[in-house]
Protein backbone atom coordinates (compact mmCIF):
# COMPACT_ATOMS: atom_id res chain seq x y z
CA UNK A 1 0.00 0.00 0.00
CA UNK A 2 2.76 2.57 0.79
CA UNK A 3 4.69 1.95 -2.41
CA UNK A 4 1.66 2.67 -4.38
CA UNK A 5 1.24 5.99 -2.64
CA UNK A 6 4.69 6.70 -3.30
CA UNK A 7 4.16 6.07 -7.19
CA UNK A 8 1.22 8.02 -7.17
CA UNK A 9 2.71 11.04 -5.58
CA UNK A 10 5.65 10.60 -7.46
CA UNK A 11 3.59 11.10 -10.44
CA UNK A 12 1.61 14.25 -9.37
CA UNK A 13 5.16 15.70 -8.74
CA UNK A 14 6.04 14.23 -12.17
CA UNK A 15 3.24 16.04 -13.77
CA UNK A 16 3.00 19.11 -12.13
CA UNK A 17 6.85 19.77 -13.04
CA UNK A 18 5.61 19.19 -16.60
CA UNK A 19 2.71 21.17 -16.26
CA UNK A 20 5.27 23.96 -15.30
CA UNK A 21 7.17 23.24 -17.99
CA UNK A 22 5.02 23.39 -20.42
CA UNK A 23 4.10 27.19 -19.46
CA UNK A 24 7.62 28.32 -18.96
CA UNK A 25 8.84 26.87 -22.44
CA UNK A 26 6.66 28.59 -24.16
CA UNK A 27 8.39 32.12 -22.86
CA UNK A 28 11.76 30.48 -23.55
CA UNK A 29 14.28 32.18 -26.43
CA UNK A 30 16.72 30.69 -28.00
CA UNK A 31 20.25 32.16 -27.93
CA UNK A 32 21.05 32.32 -24.16
CA UNK A 33 23.01 29.84 -21.74
CA UNK A 34 22.61 26.86 -20.91
CA UNK A 35 22.77 27.00 -17.24
CA UNK A 36 19.91 29.63 -17.33
CA UNK A 37 17.60 26.91 -19.12
CA UNK A 38 18.31 24.39 -16.78
CA UNK A 39 17.15 26.99 -13.94
CA UNK A 40 13.70 27.69 -15.54
CA UNK A 41 13.07 23.79 -16.41
CA UNK A 42 15.23 21.95 -14.20
CA UNK A 43 17.64 19.09 -14.70
CA UNK A 44 16.95 17.32 -18.12
CA UNK A 45 15.85 14.15 -18.09
CA UNK A 46 18.78 12.77 -20.44
CA UNK A 47 21.33 14.41 -22.31
CA UNK A 48 22.93 13.25 -25.96
CA UNK A 49 25.59 14.22 -27.75
CA UNK A 50 25.67 14.40 -31.67
CA UNK A 51 28.71 12.52 -33.17
CA UNK A 52 30.93 14.87 -33.61
CA UNK A 53 30.19 16.03 -30.00
CA UNK A 54 29.59 19.71 -30.88
CA UNK A 55 26.05 20.00 -30.07
CA UNK A 56 24.04 18.40 -27.07
CA UNK A 57 20.30 17.29 -27.02
CA UNK A 58 18.89 17.94 -23.73
CA UNK A 59 15.48 16.19 -23.18
CA UNK A 60 12.85 17.79 -20.46
CA UNK A 61 9.62 16.42 -18.64
CA UNK A 62 6.89 18.08 -20.53
CA UNK A 63 4.17 15.95 -19.33
CA UNK A 64 3.56 12.53 -17.43
CA UNK A 65 3.15 10.33 -20.58
CA UNK A 66 4.53 13.14 -23.23
CA UNK A 67 3.48 12.64 -26.60
CA UNK A 68 6.77 14.60 -27.86
CA UNK A 69 8.95 15.94 -24.78
CA UNK A 70 10.68 19.39 -24.62
CA UNK A 71 13.94 19.65 -26.23
CA UNK A 72 16.12 21.72 -26.47
CA UNK A 73 20.03 22.04 -28.11
CA UNK A 74 23.08 23.39 -27.13
CA UNK A 75 26.16 24.19 -28.75
CA UNK A 76 29.02 22.90 -26.63
CA UNK A 77 31.53 25.60 -27.78
CA UNK A 78 29.81 28.55 -26.24
CA UNK A 79 27.21 26.56 -24.08
CA UNK A 80 24.27 28.89 -26.01
CA UNK A 81 21.04 27.09 -26.52
CA UNK A 82 20.57 27.36 -30.32
CA UNK A 83 17.27 25.83 -30.68
CA UNK A 84 14.18 25.30 -28.18
CA UNK A 85 11.32 22.98 -29.31
CA UNK A 86 8.41 22.82 -26.54
CA UNK A 87 6.97 19.62 -27.82
CA UNK A 88 3.74 21.27 -30.15
CA UNK A 89 5.54 21.55 -33.50
CA UNK A 90 7.24 24.87 -33.42
CA UNK A 91 10.70 24.88 -33.02
CA UNK A 92 12.24 27.74 -32.29
CA UNK A 93 16.17 28.23 -33.28
CA UNK A 94 18.89 31.00 -32.50
CA UNK A 95 19.18 33.18 -35.57
CA UNK A 96 23.66 33.57 -34.88
CA UNK A 97 23.96 29.70 -35.96
Not at 32 to 50: E, F, H, M
Not at 56 to 76: D, E, M, Q, R
Amino acid sequence: MFGAVAVAVWGVSVYRQGQANLRACGNLEPGGQRSDLIQVLGVPWSTKANPAKTRLILTFPGSLFPVKPLHAVVNVRDDVVMEVDCGDGRIKTYDKY
